[in-house]
T-cell receptor, first 114, second 111 residues
Framework: NAGVTQTPKFQVLKTGQSMTLQCAQD?????MYWYRQDPGMGLRLIYY???????DKGEVPNGYNVSRLNKREFSLRLESAAPSQTSVYFC?????????????FGPGTRLTVL | QKEVEQNSGPLSVPEGAIASLNCTYS??????FFWYRQYSGKSPELIMF????GDKEDGRFTAQLNKASQYVSLLIRDSQPSDSATYLC???????????FGKGTKLSVIP
């Protein structure tokens, strides 16, 4: 049982390049989330998917797109990377168990945009 | 704008002491409260959650919630050097899927 997995672990891009961050969970969770974490800013929600086939914007969605491929997989795409997107990206999944719903995080992707 | 406030620290405590971490939140409709631990360079790891006023204990950890004061805290008893990490408070509103995180408090346990 791997929990939440993310690929790649590290990535360096040049301004204007595109890439997709992959996330998969094997906990049969309904909801999945993408966060970014920057020094002094804390964790901020980019997009989330409450269930397969649905996606919604979070606090900082500009410059990103997402796809909920199936129940297990939720990808984050940067179409034209900018230096401001240099960050650590975390994927999380949650069971949507109402008031006791908790989110579990993947190991993260460290992205640098030059 | 929902806000979650934490003292950034660092909070330094001697080994064996009680570490007290505090968090305040702005949304009175908040329903669930979570504490995560994050070691440097690692991902957040859930410690515990609380949703009723009062105390909830899990081993050396106790979460305390006071909804009237919009305040949640985490006590770590018998602190160990391995507890040195950043502790994140997160809050979830009623009927919401989203967690709002504080910026975290860095704890240092001195041997």
């Amino acid at each position: 049982n791997a929990g939440v997995t993310q690929t790649p672990k590290f990535q360096v891009l040049k301004t204007g390049q595109s890439m997709t961050l992959q996330c998969a969970q094997d906990m049969n969770h309904n909801s999945m989330y993408w966060y970014r974490q920057d020094p002094g800013m804390g964790l901020r929600l980019i997009y989330y998917s409450a269930s397969e086939g649905t996606t919604d914007k979070g606090e900082v969605p500009n410059g990103y797109n997402v796809s909920r491929l199936n129940k297990r997989e939720f990808s984050l795409r940067l179409e034209s990377a900018a230096p401001s997107q240099t960050s650590v990206y975390f994927c999380a999944s949650g069971s949507l168990a109402g008031i006791t719903d908790t989110q579990y995080f993947g190991p993260g992707t460290r992205l640098t945009v030059l | 704008q929902k806000e979650v406030e934490q003292n950034s620290g660092p909070l330094s405590v001697p080994e064996g002491a009680i570490a007290s971490l505090n968090c305040t939140y702005s949304d009175r409709g908040s329903q669930s409260f979570f504490w995560y631990r994050q070691y440097s360079g690692k991902s957040p790891e859930l410690i515990m959650f609380i949703y009723s006023n009062g105390d909830k204990e899990d081993g050396r950890f106790t979460a305390q919630l006071n909804k009237a004061s919009q305040y949640v805290s985490l006590l770590i008893r018998d602190s160990q050097p391995s507890d040195s990490a950043t502790y994140l408070c997160a809050v979830k509103g009623a009927g919401s899927y989203q967690l709002t995180f504080g910026k975290g408090t860095k704890l240092s346990v001195i041997p």
